[in-house]
């Protein structure tokens, strides 16, 4: 597929259609809209296809890379390079990730099995692992099944713990323990968001370099290339709802206790 121009109306081919195009060029053709983002930042990393078949596509996200276009960012999206790498305009996201968080996403190939497998992640039948670097509380019993209360915060980029009945779980078990920092797994049982991220802060162990818990930076702190946020979505396993195999697929990243 021909790269896209950016502020124009495309078709799937990548062709400009303008208001002079004849339909019968473009019949049957899905349009996009492509914005302009002249101030979008350059992110430097490359993704890596792990698994790839008829009905879905596993990528391996680097630190920094949002999965979808959204605010500044357009070309500089996972989902992006994945189309100008020649992958069909129906390629959909079963789940999210966050833009700082590397790691595994689940992507469907169809459009006809899109709600079979977004429908896992809706009804917790898909086994996610992560790998974080924080801090060491030697206070704090591991493993532990971690449970809270997620409510808007007060700022609109930020959750923060309430009260009442917990809406969110995570097991949490220490892999690594280096000085004063650890590496842990999480092994989130339901998929709030930023749910990984409140949770480990409001344990006192927020995730090295976050830069939105518990203290939001601001904006241009966000790509310090230096300091990754040290989340990794390291694992998905689930059983396939289309030809029920059982799929489990491991992120070739890796997070370095040793690093800081």
Not at 24 to 49: K, M, W
Not at 102 to 124: E, M, P, T, V
Request: with cysteine.
């Amino acid at each position: 597929m021909e790269r896209l121009n950016s502020g124009k109306i495309c078709a799937e081919s990548g062709t400009p259609v303008t208001a002079n195009s004849a339909y019968a060029e473009f019949a049957g053709q899905r349009l996009h809209y492509v914005r302009e983002s002249p101030n979008e930042p350059d992110i430097p990393f490359s993704h890596s296809i792990v698994y790839e078949d008829e009905l879905i596509l596993v990528a391996d996200k680097p630190h920094f890379l949002p999965v979808v276009p959204a605010g500044i960012y357009v070309r500089q999206s996972l989902l992006w390079r994945l189309r100008e790498a020649g992958y069909d305009a129906e390629l959909t996201p079963a789940h999210r990730i966050d833009q700082g968080t590397a790691g595994l996403l689940l992507l469907i190939k169809s459009a006809a099995h899109r709600a079979a497998y977004q429908n896992l992640f809706r009804d917790r039948l898909v086994q996610k692992t992560y790998h974080a670097i924080a801090g060491f509380n030697a206070d704090l019993s591991l493993p532990m099944l971690y449970r809270s209360r997620l409510i808007p915060g007060d700022h609109f980029m930020q959750m923060q713990t309430g009260s009442g009945v917990p809406n969110c779980e995570c097991a949490i078990e220490l892999l690594q323990r280096s000085a004063e920092r650890a590496l842990y797994q999480l092994k989130p049982l339901t998929g709030r968001r930023h749910q990984l991220r409140v949770q480990m802060a409001a344990l006192g162990l927020p995730i090295e370099n976050d830069p939105i818990y518990p203290t939001l930076l601001a904006k241009e702190d966000y790509l310090d290339f230096s300091k990754p946020l040290q989340l990794l979505a390291q694992r998905l396993a689930f059983t396939d709802p289309i030809n029920h195999s059982e799929r489990c697929f491991d992120s070739a990243q890796t997070l370095k206790l040793s690093a800081n």
